[in-house]
């Protein structure tokens, strides 16, 4: 029963990680040590940031609540680091003991990092003998192979099968070598049982109905492994703490995709986000019947807005608090749910505002010309990141090609989620025009949101065009640079040249929405050809842009406060 004993050791690495943490980060320099000073400079990469959020309207029981959702989260941690790697508890502790400043700066990179890989350089390793990151994570028994665990697969019966490429098992191998599936519930029985133990204590502490059904439903999942329940819960949830903790992202399964990982985002509702999105959302069907685009290609009638919710982080950790942070998330990937309940946007408004301080703010001072970066704003830059997700939901999606019925997503194959995410964008800063225009929202917007888009088009290039964001950006900037309504100046800063920014965003709304009604693969495909490209301008400034830091790494102050 090794498991068992496992599960006790990583109850204390709960305890221990929770505390490490902060110490960690201010891990000594001391000059002459080359490969500390190296490795704490790629972890600086990740600029250290304060994240808090404001409580001041949660009553004595509800702050207590929260404070036992906090520790239900660190437990998110332990299971995280579990999971990724089976040697990654005895890596901490070793790391944990050695007091050099090498050992200071491992330990540092390894809480950011989640395992001795660093994310940002291809999981290239940072500890010495460590083997390559395993692809299989430690979802899947050690020494197997994916080809072995396919055929095994294969052979199942469909509810054997059901339960091997499930979320919440994990494969091991049983006494006579045989492949099984292990339930979340029994791999992970100890620390489950204690998380469990901290959300009841929160469901006892709230007064908010919503909130302590998800609670005790969640802690109920933990034991049962049926997530069902409580993921209709979670989409149920209607209150001042909105808690996301369990496995739910699948990535960190490299073999399938098949097994979720822990996390948890423990936040607090932004309450003038979430009633600006409230005022957006009544405009939605007038921005529809203005789309610059054929009115036949129009949609009547919008369907049921898929609901949103803007929220400040209290605590991250697990799956959802390594490497890059997330800004915001859809859940749950349950089909089940999904056909039922829908799914929920989480928008994390202090994450974002810890990104546009450390990164953008400082990308804009080596991106535009010094008159132009007081045009730079959070709240320019935030509107536009909800108007972005309205927008998916605007614009063609069920259409008619030749006759035959079918939708954008099918038409346009590999194209189309670059191609959607530049019509988020593009068509997000000409809505906002739109209510701009008519008197919705503030004129000083109008200002500050072209410039505040141009400088952020740089911090999604920094990460590459191979994923959707980046190579959508590139569409745009390119686009907008031809039409001249952004332009380069002599030293090499870009601008936003007022005069002509709005007909370009408009005719790229236009073209992109179109090629969507159309379902042209082929002018998805030249777009992208011809503009999802970094051209030398764009590449000299981006490499200018290598002391900026890539992202935050938050230190919790507000949950910290609340635990102590
Ligand atoms: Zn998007």
């Known amino acids: 029963m090794g498991r068992v004993s496992m599960a006790v050791a990583s109850a204390s690495l709960v305890l221990a990680l929770a505390g490490c943490r902060a110490q960690a980060a201010e891990a000594p320099a001391q000059a002459g040590d080359r490969a500390a000073i190296d490795l704490q400079q790629k972890t600086a990469r990740f600029a250290v940031t304060d994240l808090s959020a404001d409580l001041s309207a ?25 999971q990724v790697w089976s040697g990654n508890e005895t890596t901490f502790h070793l790391l944990a003991k050695d007091d050099s400043p090498l050992g200071r700066a491992r330990l540092h990179a390894f809480l950011v990092n989640k395992g001795p890989w660093s994310r940002l350089d291809h999981n290239e390793p940072f500890v010495a003998g460590v083997p390559d990151k395993p692809a299989s994570a430690n979802f899947y028994p050690a020494g197997s192979t994916k080809a072995e665990v396919e055929k095994w697969i294969a052979s ?10 499930g979320f919440f098992t994990t494969i091991r191998r049983g006494p006579d070598g045989k492949l099984m599936a292990v339930p979340y519930s029994t791999e992970y029985q100890g620390e489950l049982a ?50 996301t903790i369990g496995p739910y992202e699948v990535y960190e ?52 807005l898929a609901p949103i919710a803007v929220v400040n982080t209290v605590y991250s950790s ?22 039922e309940k829908g799914s929920k946007r989480v928008m994390l408004k202090n994450n974002q505002q810890a990104k546009f301080d ?40 069920d259409i008619v090609v030749g006759g ?110 179109t090629l969507q009604a159309e ?18 301008q764009t590449k000299a400034l981006l490499d200018k842009l290598t002391s900026v830091p890539v992202d935050i790494e938050p230190r919790f102050v507000t949950a910290l406060d609340l635990v102590k």
């Open 58 to 82: 949660l009553p004595a029981n509800e702050r207590e609540a929260l404070a036992h959702m906090v520790r239900a989260a660190q437990v998110m941690d332990a299971l995280f680091l579990e």
């Open 156 to 165: 199942l019966s469909p509810a054997d099968k059901e339960r091997a490429t």
């Open 194 to 243: 204690l998380a469990a133990h901290h959300l009841r204590a929160a469901a006892a502490a709230t007064r908010q109905p919503t909130l302590k059904a998800f609670l005790e439903s969640r802690a109920a999942a933990f034991v049962s492994n049926d997530y069902y329940d409580s993921d209709v819960k979670w989409m149920e949830l209607d209150a001042t703490i909105e808690p």
């Open 253 to 304: 399964d490299e073999w399938f995709n098949y097994k979720a990982a822990f996390e948890a985002f423990i936040t607090v509702k932004d309450q003038t986000e979430s009633d600006k999105l409230k005022k957006f959302a009544g405009s939605l069907q007038e921005i529809e019947n203005n789309l610059p685009i054929d009115p036949g290609y129009r949609n009547k009638r919008l369907g049921a």
């Open 318 to 339: 697990g799956d959802g608090n390594r490497g890059v942070q997330t800004a915001a998330f859809n859940l749950p990937n349950d089909e089940r749910v999904i056909r």
């Open 358 to 397: 450390q990164v953008l703010t400082p990308i804009s001072k080596v991106a535009l010309a010094a008159s132009d970066q007081g045009s730079i704003a959070f709240e320019a830059f935030f509107t536009h990141i909800l108007m972005h997700e309205l927008m998916h939901g605007l614009g063609p999606h």
């Open 404 to 513: 035959r019925t079918t939708t954008v997503r099918q038409e346009l194959k590999e194209t189309y989620s670059a191609i959607e995410e530049a019509k988020a964008d593009i068509s997000g800063l000409f809505a906002l025009q739109f209510l701009i225009d008519k008197g919705q929202l503030d004129k000083g917007l109008e200002k500050t949101m072209y410039t505040t888009f141009l400088a952020s088009a740089f911090r999604s290039l920094r990460f590459g065009i191979n994923e959707a964001h980046g190579r959508g950006q590139a569409i745009q900037l390119n686009y907008l640079l031809d039409r001249g309504g952004f332009k380069v100046n002599a030293d090499g800063t870009f601008a936003v040249d007022s005069a002509k920014i709005r007909d370009a965003v408009t005719s790229l709304t236009r073209e992109i929405m």
């Open 519 to 536: 379902g042209s693969y082929a002018k998805a495909k030249a777009m992208i050809d011809t503009l999802g490209v970094i051209r030398p």
